[in-house]
């Protein structure tokens, strides 16, 4: 499928979503979100993907959230505006529940909308050089997608202090506050994220998706339901999987597993 707003390849089973639109600093158009929607209703049927990589390639954004044009009709029209944050939401829904470990390779500026669609992605790999926020309240305007899904990820005060200081964070400020996994130079960035992506595909897809059914199940689960919920998906995995048997049988044999040869 041909994209305008962005491009997709595919490096082994690794998946990789570049933002194509530099000039424009990456920026949510329509146009955008109607390419997004259509590749990952393709990325969701490609069963033999094993992670997939976002990024802004090589211009100086990842990206800046919704386009100007875009905004100018939204701030005449409240129920165009909602219109569109649904779609952003629903997009970052779909990335959160995709089977696969997604990461958002974070190459420069990324900030509201932008910074909304990295907290769908199990990990954030970030440039040392970028400038990362959420920066809604600066402009006076309520996150729609970011607040529970950052207090999810660095805990309440840091995620408040985030969004209510509006602070932009290079890379290395970001792993340090629990937003990013990694900081690496920019000229890295793009091998680095291919790399860790690779390492996440030698496994069973289905252990992944497993697992990241257990995170998701049990977001906000006590102690004891938390138990459950894991020991549940262990039950209904270990009778429906054949991988730990194939790993455990291998490993008697003295042989690599069917899937790693």
């Known amino acids: ?15 990789v979503m570049v933002f194509d639109t530099p000039a424009a600093l990456n920026a949510i158009t329509e146009l955008r979100l109607r ?39 939204a701030f005449d029209d409240i129920i165009y505006f909602e219109t569109v944050v649904r779609r952003v939401n629903m997009l970052i829904t779909r990335l959160e529940a995709l089977p696969i470990p997604t990461i958002a390779a974070v190459n420069g500026i990324t900030r509201a909308g932008g910074f909304e669609l990295t907290m769908g992605c199990d990990f954030v790999l970030i440039a040392d050089e970028a400038r990362y926020g959420d920066v809604h309240t600066d402009s006076g305007v309520l996150p729609a997608a970011a607040s529970l899904r950052l207090k999810r990820r660095i805990g309440e005060q840091r995620a408040k202090e985030m969004i209510w ?53 049990g977001v906000d689960a006590g102690l004891a339901e938390g138990a459950e919920i894991e020991l549940r998906n262990f039950v209904a ?13 291998a490993f008697r044999e003295g042989r690599q597993p069917a899937w790693k040869t």
Not at 42 to 63: N, P
Not at 174 to 192: D, F, I, K, M, N
């Open 1 to 15: 499928m041909e994209f305008t707003s962005l491009r997709y390849a595919k490096a082994g089973r690794v998946g």
């Open 35 to 73: 390419e997004m929607e259509l590749l990952l209703t393709e990325i969701e049927a490609d069963e033999d993907l094993g992670a997939l990589v976002i990024t802004g390639g090589e211009g100086k954004a990842f990206c800046v959230g919704l386009d100007l044009d875009l905004l100018d009709r």
């Open 165 to 217: 200081t509006a602070r932009w964070y290079d890379g290395p400020e970001a792993v340090a506050a629990g937003l990013a996994l990694r900081s690496v130079p920019r000229a890295e960035l793009q091998t680095t994220a291919l790399a860790f992506a690779a390492s996440l595909t030698d496994k069973p897809r289905a252990v992944i998706a497993a697992n990241k059914r257990v995170f998701q199940q």
């Open 237 to 249: 995995y270990m009778g429906s999987e054949p991988y730990g048997r194939e790993a455990y049988l």
